[in-house]
């Protein structure tokens, strides 16, 4: 018996080894691993405990660190989608073509003539109907059909709004397979006894998908649960055969859309999917992407990832740390945990955010099964075959797409569009610029709880599938990953909304951001087209990044500061001279007529009342004051309030260190363009409070400046001879 263990264990790492081989020697290219994995290739019993409860895979021996080349951005397979090698394997087995080709062909050939014959007919009303039918045709297609479904079902450029949302309702609940394959096919992948090395927990697999199944299992040598994910057999063959055959009937679909006036490249579209589902097949580099991903996220509190036994994972064969936890659906569970659903839902969302839009290396599918909330209220990701990579640029353009959406900026949406690829650059926009002026909410004048990514995808959606729009996989993975999770925090709390919870991290990003095209959002958002600034569109974007983590506000002045001080900067630097004497002016006006007024209600109320109001006035000036003390004291003035908004906006009152402005200061002070007009500021406001003085002792009306507001002398006057 010890013999025979012995001898296993070394077949297994005789064939661990050949893995490790294949991976770093073989293909390094290919998987995008490095060479630098010279890592002995060891038994997971030897790890030593440190390495897992120190919750990195790092350089560990028992754990091959997969290093991505450099340029390399989400694990590649080891045998990648091609569609030439496809074809020649399968000419050489008619019977299964022919077989497949049937059975695909008629259900789908069904639909196509249904559709057909609408357009024929005129039936313009039934897009619904056929949505589903093919919806049907589709789910006892197998998972390569069920899998190019779900993929669809995030092209707004190719299909209706009908047809993504049947193909959402997609579901690759399929039965599992035979246990005995699956120990068979971990046997012959590892080269071991499937007992020798895992007892199980369970002998029913735990879950059951398109492309495997899971088993709860122990590791014989140390007693350590393992998720065992197990392919299903002969998976790539039956992908292979269904791609080819999608892929012949490619130039039909292309002419089918050619009637309905769509340029569509369908044999594109099914080779970019094709790359997809390889990349989903192949759970080394599953492995490698789930590591990947560790190693970027573990620093953002509450969220993990199992750790990967990598000696025993194979192409076939996935083994990861048993993580204990609960769907963040499953309620009961939350509760019994005594979780906060909202709290997870915003690690969940922010954690996207980051993903998406900081680092660009981000998990495409974040949905409920990939997720498991554990009993310390931290997050596990599980499932790492559909990962998605973003450039500077796309991350950058995806924001300012989300900006100028806000701002109503089209023509500027439009470009960034252009810029990306998504529209050909000789086209008449206007007829785009219209369409989504029609079609899209004004966010900012709804309540931004109200608007919902959905709703807008949608009505995006309409256009990008009217005009000639071409989505590329990065953008597509962004939508897909962002339409999941507004799906599953809505179905965990109703009341979130992945637009509120976005929106302030990306006010935060482009006031705080100095990269070019971040700034140039904040210009077109915060600036007039002649370079004054709109104060309300400025605070309202100060107020949504407030509440941001990342938000520093003294980065942000620094920004502003830098833009003012650039030579594009001037007109802004003249606005805010402008703005800053009628601030001060009025202030100094308004702030004489409240102070005699607070004075004669002191006057008149006992001692108690001015304590009171001594300690309102703050909240007072920030509206917040009680009723009785609002009826004791005048309202404060409009510009006492604004400047007080400013001074919270800019939290001067709050945690931040106010000597960190200070070399800000120095740098405006050093400037002599700032100089300048600071001194031009001081001689208009003498200018003013003389004027004023004088009319006032000659018993002449109020003098009238540019920029008064709210009638302000007057109300100097009348409160000055009431007193
Ligand atoms: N490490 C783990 N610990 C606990 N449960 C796990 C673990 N890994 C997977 N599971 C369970 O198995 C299910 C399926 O896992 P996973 O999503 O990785 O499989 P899949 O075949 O890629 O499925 P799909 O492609 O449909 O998302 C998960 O929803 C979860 O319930």
Known sequence: MMEETEMSESKRLTKAREILRQVTEEAPEQMGLGSGVPLPFFNATEVPENVWSNGLLDGSDAIVRYKFRKGVKVAEPLVKYSPEKAEKALLNQPNRWIVRNIQIAFPIGFWAFSVVSDFILGKTDRRRERAQQ?????????????KAGQALASRPDLLPKEYLEEMQLLQDKVPPFDSALAFQCVEEELGVKFLDVFELVSEEPVAAASIGQVYKAKLRTTGQEVALKIQRPNCEDIIALDLYILRWWSGIYTNIFKVFKREIDVQSIIDDFGELIYREIDYIAEAANAQRFNELYASIPDVFVPKVYSDLTTRKVLVMEWVDGVRLTDSASLARYGLETSKLVDTLVQCSLQQILENGFFHADPHAGNLLACADGRLCYLDFGMMSYADRRQ??????????????DWSAL??????????????????????????????????????????????LGDIMYKFPFCLPPFYIAIIRCLGVLEGLAIQVDPTSRIISEAYPYVASRVLTDPQDDLQEALRRLALTPDGKIRWNRLEGLFQEARGTPRFDVVMSFDVLTDYILSDDGDILLEDLSEQIVIAVDSLGV?????????????????????????????????????????????????????????????????????AKFIPIFRKLAQEPKVQRAAGEVVAKLGERALSRSLRFVFGLPPPKFDGDCNAASTVFEESMVRY
């Open 395 to 408: 991350r950058n353009g995806f924001l300012l797409a989300v900006v100028h959406i806000v701002n109503r």
């Open 134 to 146: 093919l919806q049907r045709a589709i789910s006892e297609l197998g998972p390569a059909l069920i």
């Open 590 to 658: 308004e702030g004489v007529s409240y102070l005699l007024k607070f004075t004669r209600a002191l006057r008149i109320s006992d001692e108690v009342a001015a304590i009171r109001a001594s300690r309102s006035l703050r909240l007072l000036l920030d509206g917040n004051v009680q009723d009785d003390a609002k009826k004791l004291f005048p309202e404060p003035t409009p510009a006492m309030q604004r400047f007080n908004r400013l001074l919270n906006l800019l939290d001067l009152s709050g945690d931040t260190d106010t």
């Open 414 to 459: 439009v470009n960034v569009y252009q810029k990306l690829g998504f529209i050909p650059e000789d086209i008449d926009v206007k007829p785009i610029e219209f369409a989504l002026d029609k079609a899209l909410p004004d966010v900012l004048n709804s309540e931004i709880s109200e608007v919902n990514f959905k709703n807008i995808v949608n009505k």
